[in-house]
């Protein structure tokens, strides 16, 4: 029997390809039984249409099908099986299922795939989406970007360069140029996406640090490294601020010593006297103040600084004034609301995280500046990518923008996607809602003799406590941190945590406009649940100094 395989392109004799080739038809025709292969001339690919079935092109539409089938029929069964948000799985116990991978032999099908996934991935995936799950900045998705990504990663444009996203690079800017609107920001505003907050927080800081270097030093950064004023160069955020700031400040050399700490109110709000008080002491210190970065949106309060007065301090000193507004910038969807970001308009660069605020698939996010002049600070140029004498008014380059992304997704689809079809109202409204839930939340909170809630919030984080009886703060918090560690063990419900003063607080992060009044009490009867028998599981007094690793986890006894 003899198989006669078409041309379809041919290489020059030898080639790594051809070999590949070669070991693909041996294969072929020992599956076939085979004795015969007839080729002419050189050696050539000529191999059955099968042959690139896996790579996205024309010929493979049958299999992208399948794929993306199978992979629906995954989300959906997760999304039909999933009754709560955790199933409460350690990292021991798979780790003899992923020992078990041999990651050098390929599966059959998409089937077995499929089950492999979901046996070590989707079944204990954490379900931000379900109602339960209050614990971090994790939004539910909107069914629009979902159907974006399809497109993103299919069609898979770079937006660094026009030649690679045509089409793509006008949409995000024009995503951008309508997110500067909402900001307050005139014409002159520009930005770029990002990967998150923490890179547009270190756009920011990184902008603040070139710009006072060649304003005030006329100093090039970029081109010569830090000054030696740099080691004096400070850079004014609350105490509660996210800790991103004293990660860029390193990264950009100027050390963690570079933040200083402003101390706040008592919601935990940037104070503008003691802004204005660590400003002259460090100016009398001998040290550089350079920018001034205020949050809009604490992550542990869900907080907003008093961003008017902040920003007339920063003018009062001609300082960058950066707005981490990660979180909060969800403010800028509803109307009700939005007044909490007055004074936003003054910043000169603005963090946005839309996978947060606008219900979007991580990631998606962008930094906004008031002057695009101000970019040109990062510009670098390569002949290859977006050479010096491109007219970039002509053929826009987004990489031009970027700190430190050349490839980069296109995940302002998914924006688009979301604003075109549901519209900014219909997002504030869910916004709306997330912050009326959270303020029920708190009613019920403070309304309850066994528990305390340390702050109402801005939007929608609370910070609360277990307090049954009268126990010291030591043993408050072991009972809270217990709770804590039950709550994500049994799954039923997520609750974040973390320290406020040395104290233990269990935290909402209310994030789902499906949650409900009714979802919360029963959370909270959850944690009281637990909470009560801290005492009854262990068999302990709280007082014995019992440290909370000593607590037996799921499906353990405890021995004392």
């Not at 078409?6 to 070669?22: A, C, D, E, S």
């Not at 299922?97 to 954490?126: C, G, W």
């Not at 907080?303 to 969800?330: K, M, T």
Request: charged share 20%; glycine share 6%; proline share 4%.
């Amino acid at each position: 029997m003899t198989i006669i395989f078409p041309v379809i392109r041919k290489w020059p004799v030898p080639n790594t390809l051809n070999l590949y080739h070669l070991t693909n038809i041996k294969a072929m025709m020992e599956k076939k039984s085979c004795s015969e292969v007839s080729m002419s001339g050189v050696l050539t690919t000529g191999l059955s249409s099968d042959t690139f079935k896996d790579i996205f092109h024309g010929g493979a539409s049958l299999s992208y099908d399948e794929a993306i089938d199978r992979a629906k029929q995954v989300v959906l069964n997760f999304l039909r099986q999933k009754q709560q948000p955790f199933s409460g799985v350690r990292p021991a116990d798979l780790h003899t299922p992923f020992s078990e991978i041999d990651m050098d032999i390929p599966l059959d099908n998409y089937e077995e795939l499929m089950k492999e996934v979901q046996r070590l991935y989707t079944d204990h995936a954490v379900a931000f989406h379900l109602p339960h799950y209050i614990a971090h900045l994790n939004c539910p998705v909107v069914i629009p970007a979902l159907a974006a990504e399809v497109l993103i990663s299919a069609i898979n444009s770079s937006l660094d360069t026009w030649d690679q996203s045509a089409g793509g690079t006008l949409m995000e800017q024009r995503l951008i140029s309508w997110t500067a609107e909402q900001l307050g920001f005139g014409t002159d505003a520009d930005g770029v996406f990002t990967s998150g907050g923490t890179q547009s927080n270190l756009t920011g800081l990184l902008l603040a640090r070139d710009h006072y270097a060649r304003k005030r030093l006329g100093h090039s950064v970029k081109r010569s490294g830090n000054p030696p004023q740099a080691a004096r160069f400070r850079v004014f955020a609350s105490e509660k601020a996210h800790f991103s700031n004293l990660k860029n400040a390193s990264l950009l050399g100027l050390g963690e010593q570079a933040i200083v700490e402003v101390g706040t109110d008592h919601r935990f709000r940037m104070d503008p006297e003691a802004l204005q008080n660590a400003l002259q002491r460090e100016i009398q210190a001998g040290n550089i103040p350079i920018a001034i970065v205020a949050t809009a949106g604490t992550t542990d309060f869900g907080n907003v600084d008093p961003l008017d007065e902040i920003g007339s301090i920063a003018r009062q000193y001609g300082l960058w004034f950066h707005v981490d507004a990660a979180y909060g910038s969800c403010l800028l969807l509803t109307s009700l609301h939005r007044h909490m970001l007055n004074g936003i308009e003054l910043a000169d660069s603005v963090t946005i995280d839309y996978h947060k605020s606008f219900f979007q698939p991580i990631s998606s996010s962008a930094v906004v500046v008031r002057d695009k002049r101000t970019l040109q600070i990062i510009k670098h140029h390569a002949d290859y990518l977006n050479p010096e004498d491109q007219d970039y008014e002509e053929f826009p380059a987004q990489v031009n923008k970027s700190v430190s992304q050349t490839t980069r997704r296109f995940d302002a689809l998914k924006l688009w996607f979301t604003l075109r079809l549901l519209g900014k109202e219909k997002l504030g409204d869910y916004i709306d809602t997330i912050i009326h839930t959270t303020r029920q939340a708190a009613r019920i909170i403070e309304h309850d003799p066994e528990l305390e809630l340390l702050t109402r919030s801005d939007i929608s984080v609370l910070l609360f406590r277990y307090i049954p009886d009268q126990r010291t703060t030591s043993d408050l918090c072991k009972l809270n941190e217990y709770i804590r560690k039950k709550t994500f063990s049994d799954g039923k419900a997520l609750v974040a945590g973390t320290r406020v003063d040395g104290k233990f607080y269990l935290k909402f992060t209310l994030l789902n406009p499906i949650t409900t009044e009714e979802d919360i009490r029963s959370i909270l009867d959850i944690l009281k649940g637990h909470g009560n028998s801290y005492k009854e599981e262990k068999k302990i007094p709280v007082s014995a100094g019992t440290s909370i690793q000593d607590y037996p986890g799921p499906g353990q006894v405890y021995t004392n």
